[in-house]
């Protein structure tokens, strides 16, 4: 009787460690194809430096009108471009991003000039004489691993995770449910 005991309950031991590896299995398994593609998408984009656009980041162009920056369809952010001044009352020309309620403004150099990116300058404020502006800009948004926004250009600048540009098929696959207000695709 005992050693009934036991072959019993060496069995229930094996199926229990059948069940368990087959379990793991089934969990290591659980992502459909295309979630695993856009995966395979954001490491590519991390692997290759995260330069998006050509090192173009920021534009006054919408990118996707035809003589816009179309390359690979790349998400970019609206951001509205005003006329400010700094703390010595010069005045220049930005634009200002919040992201997790934090306000940064950005001055740019030459808003047609791409090998100028734009640099965060403080104390600022929004200028009376606004001189034809506010114009629509664009800079490149940067996205998590769930394809939530979480910055833009310049405010990131590599892809890394957690902060990493991305196209619009991958943010389809990896948050269906993304909002896309403010949200321009180059191409």
């Not at 299995?25 to 290759?48: D, H, N, P």
């Not at 700094?86 to 200002?96: K, L, S, T």
């Not at 600048?157 to 269906?176: E, G, H, K, R």
Request: charged share 15%; hydrophobic share 40%; net charge negative.
């Amino acid at each position: 009787m005992n050693d009934a005991q036991k072959e019993n309950s060496v069995e229930q031991r094996r199926t229990l460690l059948k069940g368990a590896l087959a379990a793991s299995s089934v969990v290591t398994m659980g992502y459909s194809g295309s979630a695993l593609a856009s995966f395979e998408c954001v490491e590519k984009v991390r692997m290759a430096g995260g330069a998006p656009a050509n090192g173009n980041q920021f534009t006054m162009i919408e990118p996707s009108s035809p003589g816009g920056v179309a390359h690979q369809d790349w998400a970019w952010l609206k951001v509205v471009v005003r006329r400010y001044v700094d703390g010595a009352d010069v005045p220049f020309i930005g634009f200002e991003v919040t992201i997790g309620g934090i306000s940064t403004i950005f001055k740019i150099e030459d808003p047609y000039d791409p090998n100028t990116p734009p640099t965060e300058i403080t104390p600022a404020s929004l200028s009376i004489d606004q001189l034809g502006y506010p114009k629509d800009g664009w800079a490149i948004a940067y996205f998590n691993n769930h394809g939530d926004l979480v910055g833009v250009y310049p405010l990131n600048t590599m892809a890394v995770p957690d902060s990493t540009p991305a196209v619009q098929s991958c943010l389809a696959s990896i948050n269906p449910n993304l909002n896309t207000t403010g949200l321009s695709f180059g191409g």
